[in-house]
């Protein structure tokens, strides 16, 4: 008897026995494939309403959860390749999530009254901000709604609506006479941090990462208009405090426990405990007479921190550990998004000097004509120039993306032939919408701009070029318009920027009564942020390498560069600021 005879039984019970374990594995996958593959896309029984088609997975009770712990990117490409335009399920182990796709689908979730952002808002607090217990569960026991009217089924007493409350001031000072003095205040502090830069005129600085070179400013203008000085001075280490969690939010999204990933972890500690500091120094410090002409002060900041204050400390339920959890995911709110994406817009712009001229000629017919203000931006003019709007837009189409999460506490969400019921939620990811190649217009035979590509005009509609505008059937035009992110100063026979018809295709800011009400100040922040930057700075990078967003974050926001980008730098001579 020699040695293959002996190990091969053993080889053949091994295989035996793997089979047997692999086989549950391998029927769930059939099964579930089954079932996707019959009832995908619309359903067979015309009329018939039924639930959506669960995603085929391999492990029984587990779902998809495994896939999204190892990596969520790849997770969504499938979701994006295998199911556009529907409904479709994934399941984490006792969790169901609904992904919806399709310019009909997505507007359809926009236009839905019972739909909100309660679940998002809830997943946010719980897994991303450390939100304690008692306060998670009033966030979740408020099922009142937005509206000033609450929902006729809710019990919740007015001054524990928390939605509605926090939708109500956060809409009222991000527009109007509110907004105008945050955005010149903004504008000062930025320009500030830009004289104390380091940077001169006439000489390169080489620098290793163009990323934070941005961030760094733009944080601590964003957070200074926000919160007033107070809070770098009490917490002086939270601009860099607040990036490294926002580097390990991957980390939080996919649940990792503390022990697996102990520096995210202490990192939001320090976040925390930095935003308990400045909250208990402003109420310490606080008067009436702090108050500037403005509506600003140097203890809360703007207005609206002022009100946050005032009716959260209404609510029994939010202690000074969940008031820190509010206000850091206010702080990341602020600037996950509008950060990388003034980083995208003016490395789009300096990586292209046509471009980049084009862009300093619409900046620099955007001073005021007052001769006291003849240094300062008029932003309103600024961002009505169709080629400054053109570029934000394409940057949020190409570089944010995320998954806007909506349910209802009360109702049911019919979509076509699928059902949604109350208490589930329906997930849109942006960047299927972003990219899709039913809705996009992708430039002319000639002169083609793949959807994939960055292209600074794919928003603008050119009167005698029929090929021009973002929409590919330029006669379809179904979905919303999105009016208040729409500046026009142009006749009718000149370029023109357009949104018009993309409600559900173009949707970094949500859609419908429900998207986020901070959107205008965004666009303000953005834009005029590229507009000083491109102003006070030439810039030539060190790499020729062409820069990738860091996919990590995706379904989170902004992408950030995935590398660090080299670079150098010097002040313009001719910049007014």
């Known amino acids: 008897m020699n040695a293959l005879s002996i190990l091969r039984p053993l080889v053949n019970e091994a295989i035996l026995i793997g089979a047997i374990a692999f086989l549950p594995f391998a029927l769930t996958y059939l099964v579930t494939f089954f079932k996707a593959s019959v009832i995908h896309p619309h359903g067979k029984k015309q009329g018939k309403v039924d639930k959506p088609p669960m995603a085929p997975y391999f492990i029984p009770w587990v779902g998809h959860a495994l896939a999204f712990f190892v990596n969520p990117t790849a997770l969504a490409l499938h979701v994006k390749n295998n199911f556009r335009g529907t409904l479709v399920r994934l399941s984490f182990f006792n969790v169901e999530v609904n992904m919806i796709s399709g310019f009909d689908a997505v507007t359809a979730v926009w236009r839905a009254k019972c739909l909100d952002s309660k679940p998002a808002v809830c997943i946010a607090m719980e897994r991303f901000f450390g939100t304690p217990k008692e306060a998670l569960e009033f966030y979740g026991a408020d099922d009142s709604g937005i509206s000033l009217q609450p929902h006729p089924m809710s019990q919740v007493e007015r001054q524990h609506r928390v939605y509605f409350h926090t939708h109500k001031v956060t809409q009222?000072?991000?527009?109007?006479?509110?907004?105008?003095?945050?955005?010149?205040?903004?504008?000062?502090?930025?320009?500030?941090?830009?004289?104390?830069?380091?940077?001169?005129?006439?000489?390169?600085?080489?620098?290793?990462c163009f990323f934070s070179f941005l961030r760094d400013m733009l944080s601590t203008a964003a957070i200074t208009t926000m919160c007033g000085p107070s809070l770098l001075e009490v917490s002086p280490t939270l601009i860099s405090d607040l990036w490294e969690f926002d580097r390990s939010l991957p980390y939080f999204f996919k649940g990792y426990p503390k022990w697996l990933a102990p520096k995210a972890w202490a990192a939001r500690k320090r976040c925390l405990d930095g935003m308990k500091r400045w909250h208990q120094h402003a109420v310490n410090n606080f008067t009436e007479d702090a108050i500037e002409e403005d509506g600003h002060d140097k203890y809360y900041g703007a207005p609206l921190m002022r009100s946050r204050q005032e009716y959260f400390s209404k609510m029994e339920s939010l202690n000074a550990d969940a008031l820190a959890s509010e206000n850091i995911g206010l702080m990341w709110a602020e600037n996950a998004n509008s950060v990388p994406a003034t980083c995208w817009y003016v490395l789009e712009a300096m990586r292209d000097p046509t471009l980049l001229q084009r862009v300093r000629g619409e900046v620099q017919a955007s001073f005021f004509e007052r001769p006291e203000r003849a240094s300062d931006w008029d932003v309103q003019k600024l961002c009505s120039k169709p080629l400054l709007q053109s570029v934000f837009a394409e940057t949020l189409r190409l570089r944010t993306i995320q998954f806007i999460v909506r349910g209802s506490d009360h109702e049911d969400f019919n979509f076509k032939n699928f059902h949604v019921p109350a208490g589930k939620v329906v997930a849109v990811d942006t960047h299927t919408a972003h990219t899709d190649p039913e809705v996009w217009g992708t430039g002319s035979p000639e002169n083609p701009h793949p959807i994939k590509d960055f292209w600074a005009d794919r928003f603008l509609i050119d009167p005698t070029d029929p090929n021009s505008g973002p929409l590919k059937d330029k006669h379809n035009v179904i979905g919303d318009s999105m009016k208040d992110l729409e500046s026009d100063n142009a006749d009718k026979d000149a370029v023109k920027f357009s949104l018009n018809g993309l409600g559900g295709a173009w949707v970094p800011f949500g859609g419908g009564r429900r998207q986020c009400p901070g959107r205008v100040f965004a666009k303000y922040e953005i834009i005029l942020s590229a507009a000083i930057f491109c102003s006070a700075f030439d810039i030539e990078f060190l790499d020729s390498a062409k820069p990738e967003p860091n996919l990590r974050y995706y379904g989170l926001g902004g992408l950030p560069p995935k590398k660090k980008i080299p670079f150098r730098v010097r002040r313009r001579t001719e910049y007014r600021g």
Do not use: N, Y
């Open 172 to 208: 009222g000072f991000m527009t109007g006479p509110g907004l105008a003095h945050f955005t010149d205040r903004f504008q000062s502090l930025l320009k500030q941090q830009i004289d104390h830069s380091g940077v001169k005129s006439g000489e390169w600085i080489e620098m290793p």
